[in-house]
């Protein structure tokens, strides 16, 4: 590579190369560092030199076979990534569409309703849901259910393990979710000249013929972007699944996701063991960079990548 | 040349000396240590004349606490102690003053504990922090608190003035590493009305319960009456969450145990646990206690249930007391308000938590909170290497000063939590002082006053002063859950197995079973738990 090219790649990357090291590598090893070390109760003093191997893995291992709620917790993992990300990225695409075809004023409206739920406090949003899906007549499901005469007595929501606990929490995370695919393809979309979709018009194309043969394929990179990202996302949030089985609207087991098991292991116990979090958290990442792997792999990621013809 | 280099030499080596010489006086280390005597007032002169001869002036500290409204003492304690040590240093022309910084003061005890523990390693955690006993073996374990055994020796007779089970609760490996701030007792509280109306003489039964004669078994019989006659629309409430530790009373109350000293494991006893989640389940198959009471919400269903008299009896703690007095539980009249003391003397009788079945005792629980020293507390202050010795010392003083019988007694009169001290306890039923503290007429820094103002008004009153000499007899009935560090892992899993139980998902037995699976399934859990005994045959609830 000749040296002045060298020089202007280093200039353009090495911020972004800096950024990957402090912030995605560095972690990372720290954490394969520190899932081998006793550390807990944030006493690095003390345990940081304390190495253990892979006892916490063994001990992740022996959990994961002898603990019922382990159990629960992968299980409810593949399941809440499994649907919420189909709900994020094809309610995204769905929200998308629908606003593509109408006028704008309304559409914006419509589009910063969905945004709403992203713009709001995680506890204050995830209070509304609390409220809402509480499993007793102060719950606001129930009570609309029960004057409507639909049910006689309260259903308490998130503790009808597991579909119940499930459902509550794809609700909740899904609707915060499926802005950003929305917000994603919106503006895909809006790069399509508009031509073509006048053009289909005049040919007397349904919105839905449109939409599958025009609209869709011409943001498919921008479907497996939005694919890969929220899978990661997802993968490893927790915070509106923490307070809502901190404050027992969901079933613990079926409403624990790896990424909170993590969380609660590392910082929510009487004792924080920090190295058992981590050897989870590195279990963790590993499937994190096999699923996007294979995701990128399946939807062969490397033909948006190639290079554009002619200029070079 | 080479005398010029000598004479170089012989410059150097005279000029060290010489500087050494010159410099003698000056280096002549301050003292930067003292001696604790036992004489409060003169310990703190020494150690004022100490950071004086440092040039220190200014020694500043901070006070971490957590708790309900009504509690806040549990941090203006260590502000009333500083002006008052102060006034000593001022009185003895000590020209050095201790500053409060910051009176941290959290709803959530455990969200206290978490911040504590990420910040102490920091060194950004609070100098003083006033928290629940179970977490002191913990913080001991990883030095984060302060070893005070030695100090409080020289205090022994503050020390002898506290009530020694709750000195017992403050040791971690026989050494102590706090003072009690608080405790409480965790009565049965009993609605007068409900019991009115399907006859259920209350008259004496404090008495029958003390005495064993008033088991479990009687509790369900008067609960089922109650809902059968529609008294009541609950027999039960009881609270909920696993670091709540109403409910590991019942393991007690069945003559069971949580701890075996000799081995210093935590123990899992699966007869005493087997009643225990056997009477849960029964009460909420027959519909006497809400299935779902563990997800419940405290200020929307568990409190207006209590308050409003939808329920006979209820599990809760003496500082419930005061709390239905300061908060708007109460809405069966339309808007809500808190009770009036009149109201809550007439609708509750209070007893100690029964026995599980004749032969056993009744029990009661408490969770002392302990006022705890920062192992790096004074670190901000100058010179903190050279004066750690002053600076811990004066913060051990500081704990004896926030202790005074008054300042004990206060947060004991207005958050209804029982006194650790017996001069407190004494004066709590002083009519005199109480109508002072009513007046705020009492010797107090304005700040103080200003914060518990409203509080005071609220709850300072002969109806609550005599509940709380009512029930310190409870005391002698106190059992405290362990101290260990894999405690709160293991309540954990007694929580979830109860809410199961509760929602019938699950028999007693699978209960006990699930417990057992649980604990076996971690083995760092395993290694420091026993299981004991087994499930009993033929065991029936309720007994004739």
């Given at each position: 590579m000749a040296r002045g090219k060298l020089r202007d790649l280093s200039f353009f990357l090495s911020p972004m190369v800096l950024m990957v090291f402090l912030f995605y590598l560095v972690p990372l090893i720290m954490t394969v560092y520190i899932s081998m070390t006793r550390m807990r109760n944030w006493n690095v003093d003390r345990y940081l030199t304390e190495f253990v191997g892979f006892y916490n893995y063994e001990r992740l291992f022996y959990m994961f076979q002898h603990d019922p709620t382990f159990k629960a917790v992968i299980l409810t993992t593949l399941v809440f990534v499994g649907i919420t990300l189909m709900i994020n990225v094809f309610g995204g695409l769905a929200l998308a569409l629908a606003t593509f075809f109408i006028n704008e004023r309304p559409a914006s409206s419509y589009r910063l309703l969905w945004l709403l739920p992203r713009m709001s406090p995680i506890a204050v949003?995830?209070?509304?849901?609390?409220?809402?899906?509480?499993?007793?007549?102060?719950?606001?499901?129930?009570?609309?259910?029960?004057?409507?005469?639909?049910?006689?007595?309260?259903?308490?929501?998130?503790?009808?393990?597991?579909?119940?606990?499930?459902?509550?929490?794809?609700?909740?995370?899904?609707?915060?979710?499926?802005s950003f695919g929305m917000i994603v393809f919106t503006s895909a979309l809006n790069q399509i000249p508009r031509e073509l979709v006048i053009a289909a018009r005049v040919d007397g194309a349904s919105s839905?013929?449109?939409?599958?043969?025009?609209?869709?394929?011409?943001?498919?990179?921008?479907?497996?972007?939005?694919?890969?990202?929220?899978?990661?996302?997802?993968?490893?949030?927790?915070?509106?699944?923490?307070?809502?089985?901190?404050?027992?609207?969901?079933?613990?087991?079926?409403?624990?996701?790896?990424?909170?098991?993590?969380?609660?292991?590392?910082?929510?116990?009487?004792?924080?063991?920090?190295?058992?979090?981590?050897?989870?958290?590195?279990?963790?990442?590993?499937?994190?960079?096999?699923?996007?792997?294979?995701?990128?792999?399946?939807?062969?990621?490397?033909?948006?990548?190639?290079?554009?013809?002619?200029?070079? | 040349m080479r005398a010029a280099a000598l004479w170089l030499v012989a410059l150097v080596i005279f000029g060290v000396i010489a500087s050494g010489c010159i410099g003698g006086e000056e280096a002549k280390t301050s003292q930067t240590e003292v001696?604790?005597?036992?004489?409060?007032?003169?310990?703190?002169?020494?150690?004022?004349?100490?950071?004086?001869?440092?040039?220190?002036?200014?020694?500043?500290?901070?006070?971490?606490?957590?708790?309900?409204?009504?509690?806040?003492?549990?941090?203006?304690?260590?502000?009333?102690?500083?002006?008052?040590?102060?006034?000593?240093?001022?009185?003895?022309?000590?020209?050095?003053?201790?500053?409060?910084?910051?009176?941290?003061?959290?709803?959530?005890?455990?969200?206290?504990?978490?911040?504590?523990?990420?910040?102490?390693?920091?060194?950004?955690?609070?100098?003083?922090?006033?928290?629940?006993?179970?977490?002191?073996?913990?913080?001991?374990?990883?030095?984060?608190?302060?070893?005070?055994?030695?100090?409080?020796?020289?205090?022994?007779?503050?020390?002898?003035?506290?009530?020694?089970?709750?000195?017992?609760?403050?040791?971690?490996?026989?050494r102590l590493y706090g003072l009690p701030q608080d405790t409480e007792a965790r009565p049965l509280y009993i609605r007068r009305d409900v019991a009115q109306k399907i006859g259920f003489e209350l008259n004496g039964l404090d008495e029958k319960v003390k005495n064993g004669e008033f088991t479990w078994s009687d509790v369900?019989?008067?609960?089922?009456?109650?809902?059968?006659?529609?008294?009541?629309?609950?027999?039960?409430?009881?609270?909920?969450?696993?670091?709540?530790?109403?409910?590991?009373?019942?393991?007690?109350?069945?003559?069971?145990?949580?701890?075996?000293?000799?081995?210093?494991?935590?123990?899992?006893?699966?007869?005493?646990?087997?009643?225990?989640?056997?009477?849960?389940?029964?009460?909420?198959?027959?519909?006497?206690?809400?299935?779902?009471?563990?997800?419940?919400?405290?200020?929307?269903?568990?409190?207006?249930?209590?308050?409003?008299?939808?329920?006979?009896?209820?599990?809760?703690?003496?500082?419930?007391?005061?709390?239905?007095?300061?908060?708007?539980?109460?809405a069966k009249d339309g808007t809500p308000r808190g009770l009036k003391p009149e109201e809550v003397k007439e609708w509750f009788y209070y007893t100690l938590f029964p026995a599980g079945e004749k032969g056993d005792k009744p029990v009661t629980l408490s969770q002392p909170f302990v006022w705890m020293i920062n192992s790096k507390a004074g670190q901000l202050n100058p010179k903190y290497d050279e004066l750690k010795d002053v600076y811990h010392k004066l913060a051990f003083l500081m704990l004896i000063k926030a202790s005074d019988p008054d300042i004990n007694a206060i947060h004991s009169v207005i958050s209804a939590h029982l006194p650790v001290r017996k001069e407190a306890a004494k004066l709590i039923k002083d009519e005199k002082w109480l109508s002072d503290l009513k007046a705020l007429n009492l010797d107090l820094s304005d700040d103080v006053k200003n914060n518990i103002r409203d509080i005071v008004q609220a709850t300072v009153n002969p109806i609550n002063a005599q509940f709380l000499a009512d029930v310190s007899y409870m005391l002698e009935y106190t059992h405290l859950a362990p101290a260990h560090p894999k405690y709160p892992a293991l309540a954990d899993i007694f929580k979830e197995a109860v809410d199961k139980v509760l929602r019938g998902e699950m028999t007693p037995e699978e209960a006990v079973n699930y417990i057992i699976q649980k604990v076996k399934a971690d083995p760092e859990l395993a290694q420091n738990v026993e299981i004991q005994g087994e499930i009993p045959k033929d065991w029936k609830f309720p007994q004739g």
């Open positions: 949003y995830s209070l509304v849901w609390y409220y809402f899906f509480h499993g007793s007549e102060i719950g606001t499901l129930n009570s609309i259910l029960m004057s409507l005469g639909a049910i006689s007595e309260p259903i308490p929501w998130g503790q009808v393990t597991p579909w119940g606990a499930w459902s509550v929490i794809i609700f909740v995370n899904g609707l915060v979710g499926v839905w013929q449109i939409s599958r043969r025009i609209l869709i394929p011409m943001i498919k990179w921008h479907l497996l972007y939005v694919l890969t990202w929220q899978f990661l996302s997802l993968l490893t949030t927790y915070p509106h699944l923490f307070l809502l089985v901190q404050w027992d609207l969901v079933n613990r087991d079926y409403g624990t996701t790896l990424a909170l098991y993590v969380f609660n292991t590392a910082f929510g116990r009487g004792e924080q063991d920090q190295g058992l979090a981590a050897a989870a958290a590195v279990i963790l990442s590993i499937i994190g960079i096999l699923g996007g792997f294979v995701t990128l792999k399946v939807l062969k990621f490397e033909r948006m990548m190639k290079r554009p013809r002619g200029d070079f | 001696q604790l005597t036992g004489d409060l007032t003169k310990d703190l002169v020494e150690i004022g004349k100490v950071l004086e001869q440092n040039g220190v002036n200014e020694v500043k500290f901070s006070a971490w606490g957590s708790g309900d409204p009504n509690s806040v003492m549990r941090v203006y304690g260590i502000v009333e102690a500083a002006r008052r040590i102060n006034k000593i240093w001022a009185d003895n022309g000590i020209n050095v003053k201790i500053v409060i910084t910051e009176t941290h003061y959290v709803a959530s005890f455990q969200d206290a504990y978490k911040e504590y523990l990420s910040k102490q390693p920091l060194g950004q955690a609070g100098d003083f922090f006033v928290n629940s006993y179970a977490f002191l073996p913990t913080l001991a374990d990883e030095g984060y608190i302060l070893d005070i055994t030695d100090y409080a020796k020289a205090y022994q007779g503050v020390v002898d003035d506290f009530y020694p089970s709750l000195i017992e609760a403050s040791k971690f490996n026989g369900y019989y008067w609960a089922k009456k109650a809902k059968d006659e529609g008294a009541a629309e609950w027999g039960l409430i009881h609270r909920k969450g696993s670091a709540h530790p109403d409910l590991i009373q019942f393991i007690f109350a069945f003559g069971g145990r949580l701890y075996d000293p000799n081995t210093g494991k935590l123990v899992v006893d699966v007869p005493a646990v087997y009643k225990w989640l056997y009477v849960e389940w029964k009460f909420a198959r027959d519909g006497l206690l809400p299935e779902d009471i563990m997800s419940w919400d405290w200020a929307k269903q568990i409190h207006p249930a209590i308050v409003e008299g939808r329920t006979l009896f209820d599990i809760g703690g003496t500082w419930y007391w005061t709390e239905w007095q300061t908060k708007q539980y109460y």
